[in-house]
């Protein structure tokens, strides 16, 4: 498992891209620099895959939504992190000027592509690309970031949970404590793919921008974070 971090830009809050990867073209993806994000573990795997050494396949989510149904950890990093900012900042907030596109892709979902890929790899006749061509993009959702935040700000007003529905960017001193040290990086930048591939395999997501999509798991992730501890530091991946 990989992420669409190995996509994102310099944007810094300022602007949108027009730029889609699409996991068809992966000379797209082969091009972008081993030292960068998930990329030196990416291009071994790959590379292993493409040797014949091992069969690869290597999954690209983007920001992950919704409350996951195992034992252990149940939420993902960056939805309940702009939460928690809004209960301390009594207010929503995005970093910059918010402008920035990225996709989203429900954790059910996103689960139910590794079962597809997993029960391929295992059968008699397995179809998937795998090895140098093995990379598979899932984005349902598509957002900007000052509108996840607008979203984050009317329904957490809507709850009384904070006392204004409008947003704001971050001051400079409140990123680290709110975002963790890769604000920029994870909350600034644009990270936008297309998933080609996993819809031929099958894949049939049930979330998405057209029904129950990103924006409709803010209320059950606001209250995941009430059960976890608003006071939650933000959780930040050491590899990005």
């Not at 008699?124 to 984005?139: D, I, K, L, T």
Request: glycine share 10%; aromatic share 10%; charged share 25%.
């Amino acid at each position: 498992s990989s992420g669409t971090g190995a996509l994102t830009d310099q944007a810094e809050g300022e602007f949108k891209s027009e730029k889609i990867y699409d996991d068809e073209r992966v000379e797209e993806i082969q091009a972008i620099p081993a030292d960068y994000v998930h990329r030196s573990c990416d291009t071994i795997i790959s590379a292993a895959g493409a040797a014949g050494d091992i069969r690869s396949y290597i999954v690209m989510p983007p920001l992950i939504y919704g409350r996951g149904t195992g034992p252990f950890h149940r939420t993902s990093v960056q939805i309940p992190a702009l939460i928690r900012s809004a209960l301390k900042l009594k207010q929503a907030c995005h970093y910059g000027k918010g402008l920035p596109w990225w996709n989203g892709v429900h954790v059910q979902d996103l689960t139910n592509l590794y079962l597809i890929l997993l029960d391929d790899a295992l059968s008699a006749n397995p179809v998937a690309p795998h090895g140098a061509e093995g990379f598979y993009f899932c984005a349902t959702d598509s957002y900007f970031w000052k509108q996840l935040a607008q979203e984050i700000g009317s329904r957490l007003h809507a709850q009384g949970a904070i006392p204004t529905a409008d947003v704001r960017a971050f001051k400079d001193d409140e990123i680290v404590d709110a975002l963790g040290t890769w604000g920029g990086f994870a909350y600034g930048s644009n990270s936008r793919s297309k998933a080609n591939k996993a819809y031929k395999l099958g894949w049939k997501p049930e979330h998405g921008d057209e029904k129950n999509g990103l924006f409709e798991s803010i209320i059950p992730e606001y209250l995941a974070v009430l059960e976890e501890g608003k006071d939650k530091a933000p959780i930040v991946h050491f590899d990005e």
